[in-house]
Structure formats: structure tokens, C-alpha cells
């Protein structure tokens, strides 16, 4: 793809854009300005995912629905990931495994729930991410000592 971010970004959304606020929305999704107008096949997997963040926010979902984003994603893409998700002022329905990333989108206990899944049920946890990560511990224990 010989497209560049702003070009690809200018091309979905041409009516949202001008190419100063994509390029800010850019460097708020953590892509460095010297990648703004390099071509997108020579960004890194991590620069790409920033990109296709970028295009989602400037979207306007009402609600995002993400199964395990870290996959494939260097830190500095997940920090930036959870920065946009905590500005992210709909609905998210999060699958992850990433337990660093779950608990920066949970830290705002009013704005969070947490959702089991577990042996083909969906229950709510009524504690914060802390607690249940120390329940499993405690399960994961008891289970060692049986």
C-alpha cells in the first residue's frame, strides 16, 4: 500500500478531515510525525494498528466491540490503545487476556463493570479488577493445595 496515513485517513473520512487534525489524531494514537507521511506498508505492525485506531475514533462508534486488540501489539501501542479508550466516551465490550490493559480501561470503577465468562455462563463481578484477580489467585491456590 503506497498510501500514507494522512492520505488513507483523508480518503475514509474526507468530509471529518483536514489533514492538521488528522495528523493531530495521529500523534494522539502514538504515531510519530515522521511516520504520518511515510508509506503504510513500511509502518510496523504496532505503527498500523495506531492508524486503524485512528480511523475508528474518527468513525464516532457509539459502541466498540474488541477481542484481544494487544495481540500483536508492541507496549507503546497498548498504552496508546488504553489512552484512546479511556477518552473513548461510548460503550466498550472488552476480550482480553492482557491483564496490564484491563486494568488501565477499569481503573474508573463508575465508568467500568466487569463480566465472567465462564463454563458457558456470563455473570457480573460486583468488585474491581484488583479483587478479581485476587479471587482467581486465591482459586488457582486452593486448587494447588487440593
Known amino acids: 500500500m503506497s498510501e500514507t496515513p494522512v492520505e488513507y485517513l ?4 474526507p468530509d471529518l ?6 495528523r493531530a489524531k495521529l500523534g ?18 504496532g505503527q498500523k494498528a495506531r492508524v486503524v485506531f485512528t480511523s475508528i475514533s474518527m468513525s464516532r462508534p457509539h459502541i466498540l466491540l474488541l477481542d484481544e486488540p494487544t495481540n500483536h501489539l508492541d507496549m507503546q501501542s497498548i498504552d496508546a490503545l488504553a489512552d484512546a479508550l479511556d477518552e473513548f466516551t461510548g460503550g466498550v ?13 477499569c481503573e474508573n470503577e463508575e465508568r467500568s463493570e466487569i463480566w465472567n465468562v465462564k463454563n458457558g455462563t456470563v455473570t ?7 479483587e478479581y484477580k485476587e479471587e482467581l489467585q486465591r482459586e488457582i491456590e486452593k486448587e494447588v493445595d487440593d
Not at 478531515?17 to 488528522?22: I, L, Y
Request: net charge positive; proline share 6%; aromatic share 6%.
Open 17 to 22: 478531515s483536514k489533514q492538521e487534525a488528522v
Open 28 to 45: 494522539k494514537y502514538g504515531l510519530p510525525s515522521h511516520n504520518h507521511l511515510t508509506p503504510i506498508a513500511k509502518l510496523s505492525g
Open 10 to 13: 483523508l480518503r475514509l473520512h
Open 124 to 130: 457480573p463481578y460486583l468488585g474491581n479488577f484488583e
Open 93 to 105: 465490550v472488552l476480550v482480553s487476556h492482557d491483564s496490564r490493559l484491563i486494568s488501565r480501561v
